[in-house]
């Protein structure tokens, strides 16, 4: 058991403060408590989980498979948990996280309901400060922002948002209680991967469904099933080699071999490739090539075969149309994966409203009104996605040395060392932060790749008897850079999408993940934590943090 000692501010002090208790948070508290840190982890919900906490809308479901979306550091954990579905369902998801913070006895340093509101480093004792939302003030040299990629909410941009009078719901901030829309005139307003998933479910519950579309995205069927005892039987027996795939792979995945080129394969090639992936499903359909986020040529292959699917399951040609993406290369939003979607289209109760013919003008209190409509509704749905990857710290006053607020050095988009610290920011880390694969990987991969180089690197400064680390200037520099070249290199930047911040006004246009792969990713933290931390300063710190006997 830790030890929580008070400072002399009669603070509680600590060695890490973690920030959120989703994946990311939930590993690195007992990663840290297993080395003897002392450690504590504030959560603005009412429970474990992160994403699978707050996401609890109709139809939500991870869209990596369960059997890979899943912790691989505890063996044990691996055997006892049986998942019974190809893509688990949000409650699956949220009761196995729950359940690894009961098995693992996590819960007793977690502190609930209680937002981090700042985050202040004072240089004078090495240390961070955070406050929280209840004027708690708690005090550790080390700071960890477990904050996920996509856990602030955003809601459109349009005048009387806040108006309607009947009930709202963000698929991202869902009730905890089912939410019945039986004989309702419902209104969704976006089109991205959470819309996608619950359309289906919503238009078999509602009188009459409208759709409000902006950009329409690339899904591809999930054939979901559940899952065969057999199949479980034999991941399960194989779980050490099919995680180091998985961490040896471009995205997380597992998956063996390089894919073919489609610029040089045959039309026929082509078609029986993107034909194969598409019966396998998912995301992995963009592994079909390895050039489709490359080459524009073979990426309009891809998107006119998706777009031929879209043609074959919704059955009137102009709907269809409306639903298929012509402005941007498929895989550069991110791709959606569905169940039902298109054919909803296809029912009598739902309407496709084409927001680029005719866009929104207002929210009232009755309803939606466009340029060209006026539209009634019961009950109003904004599956309108997150300010992802840097919203959540922004909310933050994060604040480093010279007292310089985050926020302003990432004014022109964000600026890491790896994803995972930042110069003029010494002892914090980011998970998954901006500048790491992240969103663009099997994020369970990726988090628990950085939980184990925090923890390594915290245990490295504790043996040194080293107290404070931080990217040098020029490392950081470097890394912007390279992140930059890679995004220039592919033709991510062709999209409007959140990984290049266009979905929120006013965010510089940065394309935010690094593009390098997983596993090439893996292989730079690992050499640089070899070679002395390379690109970090290290020095002594004013305080010193011991070895606890637990
Ligand atoms: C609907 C949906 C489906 C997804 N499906 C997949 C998938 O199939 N595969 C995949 O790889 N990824 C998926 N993701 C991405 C998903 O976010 C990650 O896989 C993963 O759950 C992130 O874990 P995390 O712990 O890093 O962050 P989160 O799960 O987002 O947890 C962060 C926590 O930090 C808390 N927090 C934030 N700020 C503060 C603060 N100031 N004070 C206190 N607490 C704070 C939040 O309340 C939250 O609980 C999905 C995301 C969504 C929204």
């Not at 359309?199 to 509602?206: F, M, T, V, W, Y």
């Not at 390594?456 to 040194?464: A, E, F, I, S, V």
């Not at 929120?504 to 640089?528: S, W």
Request: charged share 20%; glycine share 8%; with cysteine.
């Amino acid at each position: 058991m830790v030890s929580v000692s008070r400072d002399t501010a009669g603070d509680a002090s600590l060695d890490v403060v973690v920030v959120g208790a989703g994946f990311a948070g939930l590993y690195l508290l007992h990663r840290l408590r297993s080395l003897g840190f002392s450690v504590r982890v504030y959560e603005a919900a009412s429970g474990v989980g992160g994403t699978w906490y707050w996401n609890r809308y109709p139809g939500a479901r991870c869209d990596v498979e369960s059997v890979d979306y899943s912790y691989s550091f505890s063996p044990e954990l691996e055997q006892e948990w049986t998942w019974t579905e190809r893509y688990a369902a949000q409650p699956e998801i949220l009761a196995y996280l729950e359940h690894v913070a009961d098995r693992f006895d996590l819960r007793r340093d977690i502190q609930f309901d209680t937002r981090i509101t700042s985050c202040h480093f004072d240089e004078t004792t090495d240390r961070w400060t955070l406050l929280t939302d209840g004027g708690e003030r708690v005090v550790a040299p080390y700071c960890v922002m477990a904050t996920g990629c996509l856990s602030t909410t955003k809601l459109p941009r349009v005048p009387g948002v806040e108006s309607f009078a009947g009930p709202t719901f963000h698929t991202g901030q869902w009730p905890h209680e089912p939410v019945d829309f039986s004989g309702q005139r419902v209104g969704v307003i976006g089109t991205g991967s959470s819309a996608i998933q619950s359309i289906p479910h919503l238009a078999r519950q509602a009188a009459q469904l409208v759709i409000f579309q902006r950009t329409p995205n690339f899904s591809v069927p999930a054939w979901n099933h559940p899952l065969d005892p057999d199949y479980v039987a034999e991941v399960k027996a194989a779980y050490p080699e099919r995680r180091e795939l998985c961490r040896q792979s471009q995205a997380g995945f597992p998956i063996e071999g390089t894919p073919g080129s489609a610029s040089t394969a045959t039309e026929e090639e082509r078609a029986a490739q993107f034909g194969a992936k598409w019966q396998e499903g998912g995301l992995r359909f963009l592994g079909a090539f390895g050039d489709l986020l490359i080459d524009p040529a073979a990426n309009e292959a891809a998107s006119e075969f998706l777009r031929t699917k879209i043609r074959e399951r919704v059955e009137d040609p102009a709907i269809a149309a409306l639903l298929s993406p012509t402005d941007y290369p498929c895989g550069t939003k991110r791709l959606c994966v569905d169940t039902g979607y298109y054919e909803t289209f296809n029912r009598d109760n739902v309407t496709l409203v084409d927001l680029r013919r005719s866009p929104i003008e207002a929210i009232t209190p009755t309803g939606v009104v466009t340029t060209e409509a006026t539209y009634e509704f019961d009950a109003l749905v904004f599956a309108t996605g997150f300010d992802a990857m840097t919203g959540t710290l922004a909310n933050i006053d994060i604040r480093g040395t010279d007292d310089l607020p985050l926020i302003e050095k990432w004014h022109d988009g964000p600026r890491s060392y790896l994803g995972l610290a930042a110069s003029g920011f010494p002892n914090l880390f980011f998970i998954t932060g901006p500048g790491s694969p992240s969103v663009l990987s099997n994020m369970v991969v990726s988090i628990e790749q950085h939980v184990d180089w925090i923890a390594d690197c915290l245990d490295h400064l504790r043996r040194t008897g080293l107290g404070r680390i931080e990217a040098t200037p020029e490392a950081e520099e470097q890394w912007v850079d390279l992140v930059a070249q890679l995004a220039g290199l592919s033709l991510f930047e062709k999209a409007n999408s959140w990984y290049i911040g266009a979905n929120v006004e006013g965010k510089p246009r940065v394309f935010m993940p690094y593009l390098g792969g997983v596993n090439t990713y893996r292989a730079q933290c690992d050499e640089i934590a070899a070679n002395g931390y390379q690109g970090f300063s290290l020095r002594e710190g004013a305080h010193r943090v011991e070895a606890r006997v637990r």
